[in-house]
T-cell receptor, first 114, second 113 residues
Framework: DQQVKQNSPSLSVQEGRISILNCDYTNSMFDYFLWYKKYPAEGPTFLIS?????DKNEDGRFTVFLNKSAKHLSLHIVPSQPGDSAVYFC?????????????FGKGTHLIIQP | DGGITQSPKYLFRKEGQNVTLSCEQNLNHDAMYWYRQDPGQGLRLIYY???????QKGDIAEGYSVSREKKESFPLTVTSAQKNPTAFYLC????????????FGPGTRLLVL
């Protein structure tokens, strides 16, 4: 049973526009949520995180929104740039730093069109 | 330069052989992790260690073994009991007391001949 779901395998967005990537989770014990960016044959790179006591966290062009009641989070990238083209993974954990491991979604392939 | 190194980048294994993947970190992190990624899938947790000389099974530990004799090192052995070992293996570390994130190494691709 998938505890973290990214229902869009791919997303195409024009350069300069907003990219919105969505993630749903089922385990109410998750308290920490992270977004990673990944290129093929490389390790994931951390982008941004949010804990369950917040509903929004911002870092430059990246903003993560958390709706605990809906068990839903989203990553907004504004404005989208060609270098943002990659696979984005949503991850969740019960403990800070994923101390007992992170649970990942299957990823969304973001394609930024010129 | 602080970070996580994994070696080798590519590894070939014959049927019935055990192979060991290396993971070293110089971030002074207490916790280390091994994940596996298959095509079109997310990362799945194999083993993790929150402190030296202690480790726990993750979601897919069968056919794998680990050791944590030093803080900096967390090698993963893929045994012959792992029936489908071909995958991309990723090592990570974290400092749970101070940070919310895990940092990942560059990965090792294991192929069975």
């Amino acid at each position: 049973d998938q505890q973290v779901k990214q229902n869009s395998p791919s997303l195409s967005v024009q350069e300069g526009r907003i990219s919105i990537l969505n993630c749903d989770y089922t385990n109410s014990m998750f308290d920490y949520f992270l977004w990673y960016k990944k290129y093929p044959a490389e390790g994931p790179t951390f982008l941004i995180s949010i804990s369950s006591i917040k509903d929004k966290n911002e870092d430059g062009r990246f903003t993560v929104f958390l709706n605990k009641s809906a068990k839903h989070l989203s990553l907004h990238i504004v404005p989208s740039q060609p270098g943002d083209s990659a696979v984005y993974f949503c991850a969740a954990s019960r403990l800070r730093g994923g101390a007992d491991g992170l649970t990942f979604g299957k990823g969304t392939h973001l394609i930024i069109q010129p | 330069d602080g970070g996580i190194t994994q070696s080798p980048k590519y590894l070939f294994r014959k049927e019935g052989q055990n192979v060991t993947l290396s993971c070293e970190q110089n971030l002074n992190h207490d916790a280390m992790y091994w994940y596996r990624q298959d095509p079109g899938q997310g990362l799945r947790l194999i083993y993790y260690s929150q402190i030296v000389n202690d480790f726990q099974k993750g979601d897919i530990a069968e056919g794998y073994s680990v050791s944590r004799e030093k803080k900096e090192s967390f090698p993963l052995t893929v045994t012959s009991a792992q029936k489908n070992p071909t995958a991309f293996y990723l090592c990570a570390s974290s400092d749970p007391g101070n940070q919310e994130t895990q940092y990942f190494g560059p990965g090792t691709r294991l192929l069975v001949l």
